[in-house]
């Protein structure tokens, strides 16, 4: 029989195995348990109709697909959303907070007011008397992973790729490289959908660099290599150029192009606004990285993968690996099979299948496939699936 601890030391064995697997990696994403959204009142019904639509827009989130909440298989979970909340907190919109407390003190000397009805005065002294409330909700990962799981649903965790976004604007036949400072607007609808939907974005700084480094011919020529060696600086595990052009007045075209590794697919759209046309882009974005990393019917089963992963060569090493296969949202489990004195061979119960375990592990970003490489112990030959080792 194998003695997997032979090895490692007695000291180090006992700290790898009573020390608790936190999660340290500064690019997970944050917050995809959090939504907030507006609230007509702080009435049960009304709460818990702002609760149903935050956790509908949690499992876009969490599970990447924007159609999600229209399956058969959630909607007794949707009608039920309170049970999944953790914890929820009241705030005042921030442009609203002045008027909202105005009337608020008023209300005390006056009497209640009357229904507006279905008048123009009334309906508008409604709007400017009413509270603009927001709900933060968060709910229970666990519970909420537990669902998605018996449903045979994808959870996709937070270790998700980031997206570097190059963008060029033509309006009155002039040709120009989006500045987040002037085009802000523009930028803002990103921001607002990429979080929408859980997805890390970066935008280029625009400084003395990236205006040496990229030129308007570059995106408007699509030319992939200078978009490349551009993006070199920032290390984004993925790469998006779009040009947004006026067509007249009132029509605008956005044409897009998005690298991931092997990957590279280019689409258009129309619409009136470029703010528009910038959240359509970055919902494209999510939707292309789910169908790859979150695939719907990717879930539907546990196996075990055994991963050994060389170049780790002391305490901090464990826990770097260990932390970052915990951190991936296909592995529910991890387990130590084997030590080395430079390798580990760790037992993951994974979901989704040995593919979709590969993309995380590269987004883990400490790892790299180590092709060729064979155990030091004759008796490990063809017990393990996945060879990798630490960068």
Known sequence: MINKYRTLPITLLLLLLLSPWESVFATQMKGLYEVEVPVAGQETVQRNEAIRKAFGLMLVKVTGNRGVTERQELVDAIRKAPRYVQQYQYRLAPIEKEAVETTAMDSVAEPPMEPAGDSP?????????????????????????????????PVWDGNRPSGLIWLGVESGSKRRLGLPDADVELYAAMVESSGDRGIPLIFPLMDLEDQAGMQVADIWGDFEANIRRASNRYAPDLIVSGRLIQ???????AQWSFYLADQVVKWSDESSAVEILADQGVQRIADLLAERFAPLGGDDGVSLVRLRVEGVHNFKGYLTVGNMLRSQGAVDHVDILFVEPDAVTFGLQARGGIQLLEQGLVLGGILIPAAGSQAADSLLTGQVDLTYRMK
């Open 121 to 153: 005065e009334g309906a508008v002294k409604a709007v400017e008397e009413e509270p603009a409330r927001l709900l933060k909700v968060t709910f229970d990962r666990n519970a909420v992973e537990r669902l998605l799981r018996a449903k045979r649903l």
């Open 247 to 253: 067509l007249s007045g009132r029509l605008w075209r």
